[in-house]
């Protein structure tokens, strides 16, 4: 990680000024961001804090907690503490801001009684917008600062993926083979989790799984999942030991200035058995294929049909990520602050790719009772097709 | 952790039975969970899934994803399929739940846009209430069940704690000593993270601070933060190297079915200067007197009263729970599925202890400039005092 982790000033400037052409676009006169990957991304930094950003104006970042930090941290020009919600709106009328006729909100995040009392008590004459979907588009293109970032991740990822095949050994634990793998990235800077916009989509570094758990779904939006350690977090890497012969899917991302990647590896003690190998090589021929048209202009639901087809014509349909009632329609996902982030290759998508668009391809196999089989990797979207981030082999390896 | 990690059944018929008795003298008609920790109380499982509970008559837990795991897992009797939100309508008239006059929401957490829809769509004629506060004050007693799981959480953390005297050295990162502490918790089946209840409160398995690290406040409502990895996650270990005769916390929590536990300790590298010695057994002090005060009945406001005035007696009131204007009002907190769970040891909190409560007291100390010097234990509140789960010694550990 870079000794200033701190976004630059020019690039902060410049997300607010795209964040208010979009406002002004969509007639929404004050946006009020308060989610941490929000903040992160206009003001810079986390705090407990309100974003007020006007249309046309200079935003004010009002901090509850930790103002000394807020000023350290934040490019952003207008800091000032906020005692608590009660002072809200006394700084709102002093800045004209308390008779606003649009007001954005984040309402796919915002609590439901945070939105009553905004709505309701703060600013009971306006009518509330969304705002998330301008956020997420916004956030969708990322800058050359941002994807410095995202490599800085992948290197990360990349080390810890690494010392995998001096580490797996038939009998540990998935969760003794995570602990390795991850305390690798927790000493690089990962915080311990991916950070997910999704409403109760939780995950920690990744998902480690081996063997038939990683053909059982969970709750999450993955194509896997895995057992995880109960019932209370059904996800990730169990008390199941490893066999040898059996697929270990490595499904992991690392984390630079608060930028993820996301990268998935095949491991096997062993040998891996020759169905799951051709199915292997089927995926890394879809990924290469779907890695050559990732290109401005492409269309997502189109990238997902032609992932559907070319695993039916392959005789792979039924396994396609997902099996039986559990699947999940789509075959990559965007990524930064967050790993549920926008272009979403998924079905019926009309969105189209932009150069700067940043998105994991993520091609899996999944066969019960034995297990997953797949690959991804972080690609970035170029003017003239797609740059892979993520730069492990697309191999098996065989430990 | 026990071989089956599932909530037994007549457990969980229990605490359906007591939120049913709280929902009649509430006068709420039906509820919906919907939030992860709730659902894993109340069904014994996390799913992407609508938990419908009547005031009188059978629950019905509606799966979206995955059904299969819902029914290994829950001991829930009625478990069905929902394909998507728009199937609810005609499931709830099915069961004739659809005109109910009140209906109970978990309103602190229930994004605005789904209590949109729920309000607007699916139940347009009811009122809503608020049940967060009734599932917050139900989970806040423990069944023994529940406080085994604790112990369990207990155990691994000890065990993850007693490494760090053969892992610390001088020189070595904030980040380094948190993935070799981690690590171990990870292979006993920790998630990776604390499960919190509060909007935007994030956190990974701990925080692990040194020196002056150890003084930096954070957005989160704790009493330490640190710098974390950087502005986007600044909480947490750091890359800080952790210097000679400095303070370094190890504040952290094990996981077993669920269930968390929360515990600070005390280490050096070399010696304690004598002031944060002296200032280390007076927090011992505190903790032991308010230990002794741990009963049914205390008031928890008092609690905090007098933890605040005995530091303030001490010359130490400067820098308790923070320092300057970045304090938190509380010396302790409900702990479980959540680390932020009712009771609150907080200023004026007229709330009572009752037996069962699991609550975390962690009397710190913050020098601007130098760390911080506190400890943190988990405990039950029993019908005669308070049981100390978290048992390793209270000691300033010096290697």
Redesign the interface.
């Known amino acids: 990680?870079s000794a200033d982790?701190?976004?630059p000033a020019a690039e902060a400037r410049d997300r607010i000024r795209r964040f208010q052409e979009r406002l002004r676009h969509e007639g929404v006169e004050l946006a009020l961001v308060?989610?941490?990957a929000d903040l992160?991304y206009l003001a810079?930094?986390?705090?407990?804090?309100h974003l007020l950003v006007p249309a046309r104006g200079t935003p004010l970042f009002l901090v509850r907690?930790?103002?000394?930090?807020a000023r350290r941290?934040?490019p952003l020009e207008r800091i000032a503490?906020l005692a608590g919600l009660s002072r809200l709106p006394g700084i709102l009328r002093n800045e004209g801001w308390d008779d606003v006729r649009t007001l954005g909100?984040e309402?796919?995040?915002?609590?439901?009684?945070?939105?009553?009392h905004y709505s309701r008590e703060v600013w009971p004459e306006a009518e509330v917008r969304?705002v998330t979907p301008l956020l997420r588009e916004l956030r969708a293109v990322k800058s050359p600062w941002e994807v410095d970032c995202i490599r800085g991740a992948a290197a990360q990822a990349a080390e810890a993926v690494a010392a995998v095949p001096g580490v797996l050994r038939p009998g540990m634990?998935e969760?003794?083979l995570?602990?390795?793998v991850?305390?690798?990235l927790?000493?690089?800077?990962?915080?311990?989790?991916f950070?997910m916009r999704g409403?109760?989509q939780?995950i920690?570094?990744g998902q480690i799984l081996s063997g038939p758990a990683g053909a059982?779904?969970?709750?999450?939006q993955t194509p896997a999942?895995g057992e995880?350690?109960?019932?209370?977090?059904?996800q990730?890497a169990s008390?199941r030991r490893i066999g040898r012969n059996e697929p270990v899917s490595v499904d992991i991302g690392g984390?630079d200035?608060?930028?993820l990647c996301d990268q998935t590896r095949m491991f096997v003690a062993g040998r891996l058995p020759r169905d799951l190998r051709a199915a292997f090589e089927a995926v890394r021929r879809l990924l290469e294929d779907l890695a050559a048209r990732l290109r401005p202009g492409a269309v997502c639901g189109d990238l997902y049909r032609l992932a559907v087809e070319t695993m039916e014509a392959a005789g792979l349909g039924d396994h396609f990520m997902g099996s039986g009632?559990?699947r999940v329609p789509f075959v990559g996902h965007g990524l930064g602050?967050e790993v549920d982030e926008l272009p979403l290759l998924c079905r019926d998508n009309p969105a189209r790719l932009a150069p700067g668009m940043v998105v994991a391809v993520e091609p899996k196999l999944i066969f019960p009772g034995r297990g997953l089989v797949g690959l991804e990797d972080t690609f970035l979207v170029t003017e003239t097709g797609a740059e892979v981030l993520t730069t492990a082999p697309r191999e098996v390896i065989e430990v």
Do not use: I, K
């Not at 907690?65 to 930090?69: E, Q, S, T, Y």
């Not at 309402?107 to 009553?116: F, H, I, Q, T």
């Not at 059982?216 to 999450?220: E, I, K, Q, R, Y």
């Open positions: 990680m982790a701190r976004v308060r989610q941490n992160a810079g930094t986390v705090q407990d804090a907690r930790c103002l000394d930090r941290e934040s503490p909100l309402m796919d995040v915002l609590p439901a009684r945070l939105y009553l969304d634990t969760l003794e995570a602990a390795e991850e305390a690798r927790r000493r690089r800077g990962h915080p311990g989790f950070r409403w109760n939780e920690g570094m059982v779904p969970a709750w999450t999942g995880g350690p109960g019932p209370a977090f059904g990730g008390f984390w200035r608060g930028y009632a559990e602050l």
